[in-house]
């Protein structure tokens, strides 16, 4: 049973690229979240996935981020125009059907480390 | 004031030693979270907790609902148990906040 996957694992990109991750949950998950982490701070929060909504995006900037999880295939998170303050390790992590009240443990990917030249 | 603040930041030890890292937070919560992160590498989830004490091996995390207060401890430390630690507190809408972590150095 293969864990989160996330590719690519590295990605370089020039400012005002765009740049494209992916994110693979665990077998059996609906659930998708993405984390950023910029260098020398802690983990925050972006967005909340289901298959085909965002249930909460209030992490992610307003502009040029966007995030989805089609019905088939991996949950992209979308960084257009990419600028140096973008750099950063982008994580996500998967877990299993929530029912309600109850809290999931969530399974972390290895992450994408992301360098805007 | 962080929602989420761990103590130490840094903590240094020889192997063998016992080793307690702190995080308390000011929210109410559904669960907290222990994570572990090495370096350059990506992250594990260690424990989901929301009352008493877990155990696995040689990691034990408890929770004080009251408090507002958690604590991992590692026995017998190791020097593979080197990393950064995570504390992280998910709310009603299932977001977690995140502490700045603890680097917890484990020398031989």
């Known amino acids: 049973n293969a864990g989160v996957m996330q590719n690519p694992r590295h990605l370089v990109r020039r400012r005002g690229q765009e740049a494209r991750l992916r994110c693979s949950p665990m077998?059996?998950?609906?659930?998708v979240y993405w984390y950023r982490q910029l260098p020398e701070e802690g983990l925050k929060f972006m967005v909340y996935l289901q298959k085909e909504n965002i249930i909460d995006e209030s992490g992610m900037p307003k502009e040029r981020f966007s995030a989805e999880f089609p019905k088939e295939g991996p949950s992209i998170l979308r960084i257009q125009q990419v600028v140096r303050g973008d750099s950063a390790a982008y994580f996500c992590?998967?877990?299993?059907?929530?029912?309600?009240?109850?809290?999931?443990?969530?399974?972390f990917g290895p992450g994408t480390r992301l360098t805007v030249l | 004031k962080n929602e989420v603040e761990q103590s130490p930041q840094n903590l240094t030890a020889q192997e063998g030693e016992f080793i307690t890292i702190n995080c308390s937070y000011s929210?109410?919560?559904?669960?907290l979270h222990w994570l572990q992160q090495h370096p350059g590498g990506g992250i594990v989830s260690l424990f989901m907790?929301?009352?008493g004490k877990k155990k696995h091996g040689r990691l034990i995390a408890t929770i004080n609902i009251q408090e507002k207060h958690s604590s991992l401890h590692i026995t017998a430390s190791h020097p593979r148990d080197s990393a950064v630690y995570i504390c992280a507190v998910e709310g009603s809408n299932y977001k977690l906040t995140f502490g700045k972590g603890t680097l917890l150095t484990v020398n031989p």
């Open positions: 077998k059996g998950h609906s659930h």
């Open positions: 992590a998967s877990s299993p059907r929530r029912w309600q009240g109850t809290s999931n443990e969530q399974f």
């Open positions: 907790l929301s009352s």
């Open positions: 929210v109410g919560i559904s669960a």
